[in-house]
């Protein structure tokens, strides 16, 4: 008999409890989309603007996908995102880690990521066509930008607030720089980076419309602005749903890779 079971407490409906909040959580997932498309509908019925409805984007969408284009443009945004993302991230840990362990690395590279992270990456754009022509190479740069301003604070804050206790137990056991730097900052970082991931992955889709301004031939946001000069509200609003899924599944791959990689953490 378990002590748990000696105090009188039946671990029965602990663990009855555990898989009720998934359910309830997919059951207000599921009613929010059911009011969101009723209220949708409703706005559509009534003449809102034009405002097409749900089946007549749905027609759109299906056309679309029908001869390739949906499917294209889905993938030349996706290359883009995850592209930037990936090289904004692997840049952005390293001088994170850098900032938060050495007082000088800080007091060097403070100053600069702070005063660029007052900058909104579609400033940027400007001086990206100029320097960098009108390829792939500023469209990726924009959208990296975005996600290394996120996740480098998020990385940086993670070091920095590590608890001083856990430092200084694992000096007292004779533990080196290194071992404490790996074995303790890093997991405990661990959380606060991958918060800075899903940050930057949700700036990097509010910049990829604007960086596929720059003489796209292809992509979601190029989509959207063709359509816009036709005033074809049903093309946009396909966009605009493939881009929020596409973004929406993403971020729950993060943070399905954040729960694994910090099971060890306290949930609520």
Do not use: H
């Amino acid at each position: 008999m378990t002590e748990l079971t000696a105090l009188g407490k039946s671990p029965a409906p602990a663990a009855r409890r555990g898989p009720r909040r998934p359910r309830r959580a997919t059951a207000l997932n599921l009613t929010a989309v059911v009011l969101g498309l009723a209220v949708w509908t409703l706005l559509a019925s009534i003449g809102v603007q034009g405002l097409p409805g749900p089946l007549q984007v749905a027609a759109k969408a299906g056309e679309l996908i029908a001869d390739g284009t949906l499917l294209d443009d889905a993938l030349a945004s996706l290359r883009r995102v995850l592209l930037g993302c990936l090289l904004g991230t692997l840049l952005a840990v390293p001088i994170g880690f850098l900032m938060g362990w050495y007082a000088t690395a800080r007091g060097l590279l403070e100053p600069y990521v702070q005063f660029f992270r007052t900058i909104p990456p579609l400033a940027i754009i400007p001086l990206a066509i100029v320097l960098m022509g009108i390829g792939e190479v500023p469209k990726v740069f924009v959208i990296f930008l975005a996600s290394f301003l996120s996740s480098v604070v998020a990385t940086f804050q993670g070091v920095v607030d590590v608890d001083r206790t856990l430092i200084n137990a694992a000096r007292v056991l004779g533990a080196s720089d290194r071992t404490i730097f790996l074995k303790v900052v890093v997991p405990a970082s661990t959380p606060f980076i991958l918060v800075g991931m899903r940050v930057g992955l949700g700036s990097a889709w509010g910049t990829l419309v604007a960086a596929e301004l720059i003489a796209a031939q292809e992509g979601l946001g190029f989509r959207m602005q063709q359509a816009q000069l036709y005033y074809d509200l049903s093309t946009i609003f396909v966009g605009l749903i493939a881009i929020g899924l596409l973004g929406l599944l993403m971020d729950r791959l993060l943070l399905l890779a954040e729960r694994r990689l910090t099971g060890w953490q306290e949930r609520r």
